[in-house]
Each structure stands twice: as structure tokens, then as C-alpha cells.
């Protein structure tokens, strides 16, 4: 504790490791950041638009104030560019979004946003579809390795699925799917790509918050508007025609009409004698156009390269993206201004770079990248695994920020999952000698593992975390943290009151930027090479590539 309190109230912070001083991440200048980023003069900062540009801009500034090598892509002139292009497919419904039901004989329309949120399809320029028969299928799951089907062979081909969201250990917290903490399979992303595998028009993902871990507003928000992806030589390999939400209330009803009862069906789907039922006399139609353009979008990445080892290197990471202009809010407010998420951890990016200049020039290169699109899907940290600037296999790790800071200061800190990796032991290690201790993840349910862009690295192999703030705050304790938590997942994550605040305690910025901070020096500056564990799915892929680190 005191370690702590004297960290954040010295004029310059000690280095735990060498006992010299170190530079101090200052909160004044993350908060400045912060507050220009999301304004309303940046638009929300969505992919391929005016609000892009404008962050872009001011992200190469920064990154060249604080000192830093451009790291993009190779310039045909020779050294690189400040950004990494990347290629994406943008699709926006045109027009009005006809939807309508039939069961027991009687049709009713529905309406975008409301019953439904239907997504922009990434097949074709128009979709529709006409009286497909609806069925209910469970988790959506096919594990082989679990000996798992919630599809029992049954033909798909022409018909939309209902699937409820998360795994079926949710509700027990008991099972094959981790318990309480959420599979890749419990992710609407997988479930997305198994309605593209089983040849079905689409998926429906049934809404319920609390195995979602988040509102009917954030799912709207996040699917009714504009929808990215990398693009594909074959998008029906990963997109089935139809893809969307709906909500629960919209779901039971049809459920019942197709003569079933929901909580019937979902007690029966959390085990693996489930089922699938088709719903008698239900179908669904949808008709609407959509307009595609490729677009290129951008990741910002700036360098300090090693003075020893320069092709080593290790990765901060933070998405600039928002949600962009959008859907009103009760207010009437258009603009996703995501000052949190993920203004906030793009902002300790440029402090840490700004930090990282100050201290002894590092013997392994640090990188820095802002990577775009992540609220579309993590595409952005997507494309640069797909596409790395450079290796992989000598890339040590990845420190990734998404939403960081407000909360004052903790006891504690956490990442997004509980990730099998020394990466994160090191993170606890450096935690500890401020007298701070790590948490788990306190929502594994939640699968925030798979949401932030620390993802698309650990697919690979790459060591990855995504780091966070506490919640057990020295001003209230854990109620008080829990209570934040809850209120910004209600109230503002992806709504337009996501909105710098004022208010904010800079004290856990300077607690968190201390922690990353020193972590990233400490992989900098000695023959550290994080691993996997035994057990993790992650680690053959990363041994593969074991002989390229020495």
C-alpha cells in the first residue's frame, strides 16, 4: 500500500527493478487525449470516415511529437509508412428492412432494432428471405472434442436458427464448456461462423443480458448499422446469408407458437442429448438491399527500435474505433463518442510511448499500433496477424488496453480472461511490487477473452493479454468498483453517453500506465520469452515457431 501511494505522489516514479528513476506517466496528458478523441469534433471515430481521418491525423502527431519511428508499411522509397493499410468490405442496408413472422396461420411485421437487430448481410447486394421454416437449436454448438452436437444431423439448408447465447454451462455454471467461464463456442462470432458451416439461411442469437453481458441497446447499436469485415475470396466460408438478434420475448413467443416451451427447450439444450425443434407452422421472411464498397481503413504503428535486439519485439495495442454517427439516443444524441471504449486505452498508448522515449533506449524494439475496426470484429488486429508487418515468431508479446483507467485507484487488476500464459504472471509479478495484487477476470462468463484485440495475436500463438483496471477501489472497496462496472455496461458501453468525464480519478490512470509501463520494459531489456502453458490451445501453434527464439 504505501509502495503504492508513494509511486503516485513522487515527482518522478522509482523503477522496482533498478531502484533509478524512472519517467512518470502523467494523467494530465492522458486525459487531454482522452477529451480531444472522443469529442463530437471526431464523429465517433468510425472505420472510412471524416472521424478516421481526423484520427489518424492526430495519432501520427502524437507519435511523432513523442519521438517514435513510423513502423506501417514498407514506402517503395524506402523506410515506412506511419499507418498499415487495411482492405475491408463495408455493407450498409439501403432503404427500409421488411421483416415479417407467420405463426399459427397469422403474419405480423416486425421492425429493425426493435423484435430483431438484423445485420447487414455480407453475401450479395440484396437478401431476402421467404417463409423459411425456423427451428430451435440450442447452444448452436458442434464440439467433436466434447462429443457435442446441438444439431443431431439435422438438414439446415433454407432454414433460420434461434441459438441462445453464451455456453450451455451458463445457467449451471457446470459441464464441458468450462463452467461459468465462457468457450469460444459461447462467442455470437462462432455461432455466426456455424450457421455459415451448417449451409443455413442465418442465425437469430437469442438476447438475454445476462449471458450476454450486455443490453438490447448495445446489440442494436452494434448490428443495425454498418458492418466490416476483411474481406474474402469466399464470404459464404465464414457468413451464412443471414445473421442477427433477436430479442427474448420475440423468441419464447415463436417458440410457443411452434407448439414448445422455451425454458423447456433451453433446460433441455445444457445437455448433449439436446435436440433441435423445428417450430410448426413458424417461419420468417426478411427483405432488404444492401449497398458494398471495399474501403481501406488503417492501423497507426510507431516505433523505438532496439538498440540490442531490434528484431525482437514487443507490442502495446489499442483500438482507435468507435461506433461512429448513428442511431439517436433518448437525447437525441447521434454520436458514439466511445470515450472509454477505447479512447482511454488509445490515450495510455500515446502516454506509454511518450514514457517509453524518456527511459534508456530498449534492447528489443517496442512497437506501438492503434489498430482499427475492432468494434467490427476485431478486424483490424485480424488483418495484421493475417498480414504481419513483422515476425511473429519473434513478436514476444502483446499488452493490449481496452477501456482504461477511470475508476481510480485499486487494490487490484485483472486482464480480459484468465489467459493460461507466463505473459500474465509477469503482469502479476510487476503488479505486486507496487503492492497490488491480480484478480481474475471477475466476469469470465462474459468471454472477454475472445472480445479484445489481444485475440487475433493468441490464435496464432503470440503471448496476449488485455490488461484491466480493479475493481476492489480504495475509495468503497469492491461494491463501489461493481457498481461502476454495472452502470457503464448499462448505461453507456456502446451508447452515445459514453462520453468523456470530467470527474475522473487520474490517479488510476497513473496506477494502471505504471504497471504497463514497467512490464513493457521489463520484456524489453532481458531474454524473456513468454510462453503458453501446458493445456493451452494456443501453445502448439507457438512452439511450432520455438526454434526462431533464442
Request: hydrophobic residues 40%; proline residues 6%.
Amino acid at each position: 500500500m504505501k509502495k503504492l501511494l508513494l509511486s503516485l505522489t513522487s515527482v518522478a516514479l522509482m523503477s522496482s527493478s533498478a531502484g533509478a528513476a524512472a519517467p512518470q506517466v502523467d494523467p494530465n496528458r492522458i486525459l487531454a487525449d482522452i477529451k480531444v478523441l472522443s469529442s463530437d469534433a471526431f464523429e465517433g471515430r468510425g472505420p472510412a470516415t471524416a472521424g478516421e481521418t481526423k484520427t489518424l491525423a492526430y495519432l501520427i502527431a502524437q507519435m511523432k511529437a513523442a519521438g517514435l519511428q513510423p513502423a506501417g508499411d514498407p514506402l517503395k522509397s524506402g523506410g515506412r509508412a506511419w499507418t498499415q493499410d487495411v482492405p475491408l468490405v463495408r455493407s450498409v442496408t439501403k432503404g427500409p428492412v421488411a421483416i415479417s413472422v407467420t405463426a399459427g396461420g397469422e403474419t405480423k411485421a416486425w421492425t429493425q432494432g426493435e423484435q430483431v437487430a438484423i445485420r447487414a448481410t455480407l453475401i450479395g447486394d440484396h437478401l431476402t428471405v421467404k417463409d423459411a421454416p425456423v427451428v430451435f437449436a440450442g447452444y448452436g454448438v458442434k464440439a467433436p472434442e466434447r462429443n457435442w452436437d446441438d444439431f443431431k444431423g439435422m438438414d439446415l439448408k433454407g432454414k433460420v436458427v434461434l441459438i441462445l447465447v453464451n455456453d450451455p454451462d451458463f445457467e449451471t455454471g457446470k459441464g464441458d464448456f468450462g463452467g461459468k467461464a465462457m468457450t469460444y463456442y459461447g462467442r455470437w462470432t462462432y455461432k455466426f461462423e456455424e450457421a455459415a458451416r451448417q449451409g443455413a439461411v442465418g442465425f437469430l442469437v437469442v438476447h438475454e443480458t445476462a449471458p450476454a453481458s450486455y443490453g438490447w441497446a448495445t446489440v442494436k447499436n452494434s448490428n443495425t448499422d454498418e458492418i466490416f469485415d476483411v474481406i474474402r475470396k469466399d464470404p459464404r466460408s465464414a457468413h451464412a446469408p443471414l445473421e442477427g438478434w433477436i430479442q427474448r420475448d420475440a423468441a419464447v413467443a415463436l417458440v410457443k407458437a411452434g407448439g414448445y416451451d422455451f425454458d423447456t427447450l433451453k433446460t433441455q439444450a445444457q445437455t448433449r442429448d439436446f435436440k433441435p425443434a423445428l417450430l410448426k407452422g413458424v417461419t420468417f421472411s426478411t427483405d432488404y438491399a444492401v449497398e458494398a464498397r471495399e474501403v481501406i481503413s488503417h492501423n497507426v504503428v510507431g516505433a523505438i527500435p532496439g538498440t540490442k535486439y531490434p528484431n525482437e519485439r514487443v507490442f502495446y495495442t489499442a483500438h482507435w474505433d468507435h461506433l461512429g454517427v448513428g442511431a439517436p439516443d433518448a437525447k437525441g444524441d447521434r454520436i458514439y463518442n466511445g470515450a472509454l471504449d477505447n479512447a482511454s486505452g488509445t490515450a495510455m498508448l500515446l502516454e506509454l510511448a511518450r514514457t517509453s522515449m524518456k527511459a534508456p533506449k530498449p534492447q528489443r524494439t517496442l512497437v506501438f499500433v492503434s489498430v482499427t475496426a475492432e468494434e467490427k470484429g476485431l478486424l483490424g488486429s485480424t488483418y495484421y496477424t493475417t498480414a504481419p508487418l513483422y515476425s511473429l515468431a519473434t513478436t514476444v508479446g502483446v499488452l493490449n488496453m481496452d477501456g482504461v483507467g477511470p475508476n481510480g485507484l485499486a487494490h487490484d487488476f485483472t486482464t480480459s480472461g484468465d489467459a493460461p500464459l507466463t505473459l500474465q504472471d509477469e503482469l502479476a509479478k510487476v503488479g505486486k511490487a507496487h503492492d497490488r495484487v491480480y484478480s481474475p477476470d471477475p466476469r469470465p462468463e462474459a468471454g472477454s477473452f475472445f472480445r479484445s484485440d489481444h485475440f487475433p495475436f493468441a490464435k496464432v500463438g503470440v503471448p496476449a493479454i488485455s490488461f484491466g483496471g480493479g475493481r476492489d477501489l480504495f475509495e468503497g472497496g469492491k461494491d463501489a468498483g461493481d457498481a461502476k462496472s454495472r452502470a457503464y455496461t448499462s448505461d453507456r458501453y456502446h451508447q452515445p453517453a459514453d462520453e468523456y468525464d470530467p470527474t475522473w480519478d487520474p490517479r488510476g490512470f497513473v496506477a494502471d500506465g505504471t504497471l504497463l509501463f514497467e512490464l513493457g520494459q521489463k520484456l524489453a531489456n532481458t531474454r524473456i520469452w513468454p510462453e503458453w502453458k501446458p493445456g493451452a490451445e494456443f501453445k502448439a501453434t507457438r512452439d511450432k515457431t520455438k526454434a526462431q527464439r533464442k
